[in-house]
């Protein structure tokens, strides 16, 4: 997919070395650059190193490394560059000299190539001075290791051209990534609250009011994490951690530098020492320090407007792996006691300040409410964005509810022609949020669950039958509810890495939101049961074929597929069509007898031996019950309206959620679902 685009990175060391694998790995065409053959193969030995050690951990084949290795080619010659779409800098942390490769970029590189910095420290605008087309230049903060960690800060200057954006953003895309969009400010958004995380975490113990080992604890189950401010600066080197200190305090103040104990433990050139006991009489000193530091940071930071507060936590998440934001963070202690430690800290350090943004809500007296979904208009089409790509952008209540909210202002607008459904990050959507499932089977709440389904079910049907074309872009995975909303929508637009999938029986219950019966529309009802009971994927090239995918495109023509889609007027979404020869096995295996021997744990008759055997094998460790209810709804749907089909699923929602199928099949890990008991 990314093949059409060429980057270069320059600066073959960790960052740039990980950056350039991660570029090869998702299909981009890479040149890597440095000053000498030496530190060229040092990082080209670390590519190497890194896929070989994926291939011993199975992540990776033998010919994915090769493919990935061969999209990468080493030079000494910043000449070489001149034909890139994006160039990006990964070299010493030093503006001088960032600021003469930009410099030398310049006079190499034609006006629309993308000039981009992976500075942590520096301010974009101040690089962007090197050059002479200054509206070319902008951040692309990675976090380490890049070719793992998904997160991606781009930071736009004040003249960033919304054309070098939207280019930096589609190739940010292209590998991969997460990305929340900043502004240039210092430490952008993540290490603006991370830096003095852990300054002030080195402060507890410079004031001697909690050992090492104590304060590591005490973060880590703060933080539900897996290091401690101490071993992540261990890993990532006491020098950066000095260094970024140090310019953030230059940058902003008192409160973000470097303590001395910080300063001597660069000049000693040594890791800190992990060791000692553990005291658990100091973990609510050293966690109200520590939550008070993340959340009146980040409180400043939302209110200066270098980020959105749902980035903000996003980035906590996804960059850090914090399994909460600061602001969530906020929300779990409480208003009133998060208002509490930052006012303490206030008081700690003289430019430490409670910000507005904190106030405001301790006098609302309510938690901190977060946006998932965005609605921005172009021309005559609506994007709706599901922006929740830390949780693979899985509905529950708020996330239905403002998507709900968002297409009545788009389909309202007399100007919208088209309305686009798609979803931030990798993923289009993983299905429903399990985690609100469980939580009310738990609470005997069925009634919070219900209300849930009626409310995603008449959403879809509006946005099924809506007069604007509407369209789901399918550029990622989708799995349950995201495969039901795409198939609501009249049309879809993929590319090669889209899919629709309906795993729900192997969890133990079924598809609730109408997938069965518009896949059934679609395909047939025996396609559409072999899509339930096997939990197969459906690639998006064979959902053009079998003619659910209405454009296959790269991901760089989705606009012009969609303009066209919405130029032609809405679809018929179910006409006729001749099902692919390929499928008639699948046809076979899946009629109403065969269905009926595979229900009581025996092969379907008169297809292949070993097809047959598989798929016995695949549907006998699916929960029998909603093998059962998934079948007999699909048969009972056929033929009926949508309104019918719908409440023939509502009825039947109760007694599947009340099974301890559904309720193991739901709480059991990734991959290893429970042995059924058919009760």
């Not at 740039?16 to 299909?27: H, R």
């Not at 605008?125 to 050059?131: C, E, K, Q, R, V």
Request: aromatic share 8%.
């Amino acid at each position: 997919m990314g093949g059409m685009y060429k980057v270069g990175i320059v600066g073959a060391g960790n960052m740039g070395s990980g950056v350039a694998q991660k570029m090869a790995q998702e299909g981009l065409d890479v040149k890597l650059a440095d000053i000498a053959d030496e530190f060229l193969q040092k990082g080209l030995d670390n590519i190497k190193q890194t896929l070989q050690q994926g291939v011993e951990r199975k992540i990776f084949t033998q010919e994915q490394v090769e493919n990935t290795l061969s999209r990468i080619k080493g030079t000494t010659r910043l000449e070489d560059l001149a034909d890139r779409d994006l160039v990006l800098e990964a070299v010493f942390e030093n503006e001088k000299v960032k600021g003469e490769v930009f410099s030398s970029l310049d006079g190499i590189c034609p006006p629309d190539t993308v000039l981009a910095t992976n500075t942590s420290s520096f301010r974009v605008m101040d690089l962007a001075g090197y050059t002479s087309y200054r509206d070319r230049v902008i951040g692309m903060h990675y976090f380490y290791h890049p070719a793992m960690n998904r997160l991606l800060e781009i930071v736009c200057h004040e003249g960033t051209s919304e054309e070098i954006l939207n280019k930096a953003l589609l190739i940010s895309k292209l590998h991969g990534k997460t990305t929340i969009v900043v502004k240039d400010s210092p430490g952008f958004a993540v290490n603006r609250f991370f830096i003095p995380w852990y300054v002030e975490a080195i402060r507890i113990l410079e004031e001697g009011a909690a050992n090492i080992p104590t304060i590591e604890e005490a973060a880590k189950n703060a933080f539900k994490i897996g290091m401690g401010p101490f071993e992540l600066i261990n890993v990532t080197g006491v020098p950066i951690a000095y260094h970024s200190a140090v310019v953030l305090g230059k940058e902003i103040g008192p409160f973000y530098d470097a303590p001395d104990l910080l300063r001597k433990q660069f000049e000693s050139k040594q890791n800190w020492d992990l060791s000692g006991d553990v005291d658990e009489s100091k973990f609510s000193l050293v966690s109200d320090r520590l939550y008070a530091t993340a959340i009146g940071v980040s409180s400043d930071l939302v209110e200066e407007e270098v980020a959105t507060m749902e980035d903000t936590d996003r980035g906590a998440k996804i960059g850090l792996r914090w399994r909460y934001g600061p602001f969530e963070l906020a929300n779990r202690i409480g208003i009133d006691e998060a208002y509490r430690i930052v006012s303490e800290m206030s008081k700690r350090h003289p430019d430490f300040k409670v910000s507005g943004l904190i106030k405001k809500q301790k006098e609302k007296g309510e938690p901190f409410t977060f946006k998932y979904v965005d609605l921005e208009i172009k021309g005559n089409i609506a994007y709706i964005t599901i922006n929740r790509p830390e949780a693979m952008n899985a509905l529950n209540p708020a996330v239905v509810d403002q998507l709900a909210r968002e297409f009545d202002q788009a389909e309202k607008d007399p100007s919208v022609n088209g309305i686009v459904i798609q979803a931030a990050g990798k993923e289009f959507v993983a299905g429903a949020d399990i985690g609100f499932f469980v939580k009310n089977m738990k609470n005997d709440n069925f009634k919070a669950i219900y209300e849930f389904t009626r409310q995603g079910h008449e959403l879809l049907k509006r946005i099924e039958e809506s007069p604007r074309t509407t369209i789901a872009l399918l550029d990622g995975l989708s799995l349950g509810g995201g495969s039901e909303l795409a198939l609501a929508c009249q049309a879809i637009v993929a590319t090669t890495g889209g899919s629709l999938g309906f795993p729900e029986t192997g969890i133990g219950i079924y598809p609730g939101l109408g997938g069965m019966y518009r896949l059934s529309r679609h395909v047939g009802p025996e396609l559409a049961k072999y899509f339930v009971f096997t939990g197969k994927t459906l690639r998006a090239k064979d959902a053009f074929e079998l003619g659910i995918v209405n454009r296959l495109v790269e991901l760089p023509e989705v606009e012009r597929a969609i303009k066209e889609l919405i130029d032609e007027g809405v679809p018929d979404k179910y006409s006729f069509r001749e099902i692919p020869a390929s499928y008639s096995q699948i046809k076979n295996a899946f009629s109403p007898e065969n269905v009926k021997l595979m229900l009581k744990g025996q092969p379907p008759q008169g297809v292949d031996e070993e097809f047959a055997s598989k798929t016995a094998r695949i549907v006998s460790k699916k929960a029998p019950l909603a093998l059962k209810m998934a079948n007999e709804l699909i048969d009972a749907q056929a033929g009926a309206d949508t309104d019918k089909a719908i409440e023939l699923e509502l009825d039947r929602l109760q007694e599947i959620f009340s099974t301890e199928d559904a309720l193991a099949g739901l709480q059991a890990p990734p991959g290893r679902p429970p042995e059924y008991k058919g009760r």
